[in-house]
């Protein structure tokens, strides 16, 4: 074949992918363009005449991307690779974004750049619709839960360096349950909207807040005293009071609760926010429109004693070998043998019952006896790996394991002695903690996967931040997270957001898994849609002992846990 045919071969083939798109030939001597169907290049920019020369398609880009434009042709033609880039188009192309696609080829002694251009609107309006989402909430514009969380922390900071003072309410809406019957949703939703308009209105300046949960909203204060808390709550629960809520329905009274507590020495976002709801629980016992200050009697002594109990728990459990794994399937598609398990720790009550994980694993992180956890999970999965060369498992680590060098060794110590299962086995962190800590991350995520480990973002989504850090992390797998699988195939706006994530997925190569797969019909889609692999109760229930798992198959020999 000639040249000049390999290159018809090699243009003909663009122009089939093309389809639907435009496609253009650029003499790059006399910079004229020539397009497969001038008439879809014309729809596509929005023109009643032709683009007959790259002078034309340039004085329709917005004028920050000519430069970058340029540079990608250049930097293509220099290595002899293919290019590909996204820019927005000017006012005259209806600032519109498209992406273009190319490649120099060889005519005889010269080269033209053959190209195809495509728009992008609809991806840039997801992608902008998420990263809205990822902030604010949906029903009332104001910060959600996430960000919340977020400028509890930065404020936390800030108060332990001396830089400044913070305060957290939490408001909650009285008897929603009951607009709900009386009402309907839809009306609820109003008061809802109504309330935060308020709440917004009685705050001015004086701090930022969010709707952190269904009827339930967090203040937080600039100033960190008591009196400007006692302020704040009464001109909140007073500018409920001051005038019914007008509703399609009518007008609807409203009166609020609201928990708070100083932002000093707590440790994190998610206890100052326990404070709040404790607190906040406290005073909603008093009845409605009432207001309660967390201090040591709240919640303080009685969560010391649980604490205690629990950690008792967990120690003995340990010793006496009664945590143990449940393993859930992982498999390709619905009907597809499965190889593949996410490890579930499990723990086992002196009574045999179980102790739900929910139960024991927050008071864990706080007392710093997660590591143990970490390490029996990891300790119960080599095991298995060893005794069934068969199939391959996905353990779950905390970021506490990670960020604690002495037991972030002991982890990788038990990896490095048991390196010949190490390639069946994947290590998760949750989308959350990678973020967090990107720096650690990325040096123990180096670290697991020299020994052979996979890696991967658990609950992928939920926090959307780390999409910045995605190129600094080797991951192998996004795990999606379940809240957007979950009915997927009756929600379009979970699809949209599937979709999305999956299309950065395979952008960055990774495979993705979804969670919380509980019907074929989501299966279906979710398998249409792309995705790799599927998990939920769906494709099977976590189970102590699978079928690679014989009951009279001998356990390895176990040493006592050593817990000092």
Known sequence: MTTIQTVEAETLKLALEAAGQAMFDLDPTD????????????????LDHDINGED??????DEEFITQRQSALDAAQEANTSYSLEYRLGPDAGNRWVEERGMWMAYGDTKRLVGVIRLIDDQKQREARLSYLACYDELTGQLNRARCKELIGETLDAVRQGTRQGALLLVGIDNVGGINSDFGFDIADQVIVEVADRIAASLGQKGVFGRVAG???????????AEAIVTQARTVMNAMREQVVMTRAGGIGVSVCVGATLLDSQASSSIAMAETEAAFDQARRKGPSSFEMFSETTETVSRRRQNTEMSDVILTALNERRVYLAYQPIVPDVHAPCTKYECLI??????????PAPAFIPTAERLGLVHLLDRRVLELATQALLIEPTIALNVNLSWETV???????GYLSHLRANRRVCDRLTIELTETQAVDAIDASIEFVSAIKDFGCDFAIDDFGAGYTSFRN????????????????????????????VRTLLDLA?????????????????????????????????????????????????EPEQQAWRTG
Do not use: C, H
């Not at 910079?31 to 929005?46: S, V």
């Not at 919380?516 to 995705?531: C, I, P, R």
């Open 31 to 46: 910079r004229e363009m020539r397009w497969a169907d001038p008439d879809a290049a014309r729809d596509l920019f929005g």
């Open 346 to 355: 499990r723990m086992r009550g002196e009574d045999g019952q179980e102790i």
């Open 403 to 409: 960020k604690d060098p002495v037991w972030a060794e």
């Open 470 to 497: 995605l190129k600094a992390l080797d991951i192998d797998i996004l795990k999606i997270d379940g809240s957007f699988v979950s009915g997927i195939s009756s929600s379009r706006e979970n699809q949209i957001i």
């Open 215 to 225: 009827t339930k909203f967090s203040i937080i204060l600039n100033e960190g005293t």
């Open 506 to 554: 395979r952008n960055f190569g990774m495979k993705t898994v979804a969670e919380w797969v509980d019907n074929e019909s989501d299966a279906t889609l979710l398998k249409a849609l792309g995705v790799d692999y599927l998990q939920g109760f769906y494709l099977g229930k976590p189970e102590q002992r699978p079928e690679w798992s014989a009951p009279t198959r001998a």
């Open 56 to 61: 034309d398609l340039l004085a329709l880009l």
